[in-house]
């Protein structure tokens, strides 16, 4: 699909991650329709985080970066796809998506907001991800050429060292990592 040229995003194409349940034998593009979601898909709006930069911090999951429509030499803009070894809800979904953007802030990268209210992203650097479009239910516009020739790209980071994302050890780090607060204990007063 990458090697298509369209007269614009919109004849680009959409795809969605997730499988939708039917509800009286409709299916809606909702949260709470959803049955599964199958890969993990970001959109990179432009910042200062580069496409090669990302990948180098999963260096053993496969990356597939390309361009997105509106994207120049200039102002890069991409999507992100990494495929995964099975589907998922989309609750794990939103828990690795919510992974990997702290491991991109753990790199020095953030949005606008972080930058105003952290004192970590002290050095302003913001990554370009756009975090509303991080729930599996989103819709993605399929690769093509971009409208400014300079600004397509299309890279498959792919080796035996680079394999699909495993949500089950994503989440077995999660729970294991995410501490919960500490739960007080009552005791009951006796006479």
Sequence with gaps: LHTRTVKAKSQAGLICPAIFKKADGVASRTADQVESVSGI?????GGDLSPQEFASMF?????????????????????????????MTLQIYLTIVDQIIRIVNSHGFWT????????????????GFDITKR???????????????????FHDYKSEQRQPLNPQQWIDYATNYVKPAPLSVVVPVTD
């Excluded at 606008?112 to 990554?127: C, D, F, I, W």
């Design 135 to 153: 729930q599996g239910h989103c819709l993605f516009y399929l690769p093509a050429q971009a409208a400014n020739a300079t600004g397509t790209f």
């Design 112 to 127: 606008p907001e972080q930058v105003k209210r952290t004192k970590r992203a002290h050095n302003g650097k913001l990554h």
């Design 59 to 87: 260096p053993d999951l496969r990356v597939v970066v390309f361009n997105s429509y509106s994207s120049t030499r200039a102002n890069p803009r991409w999507r992100v796809f990494i495929p995964t070894t099975c589907a």
């Design 41 to 45: 898909w970001l959109d990179n709006d």
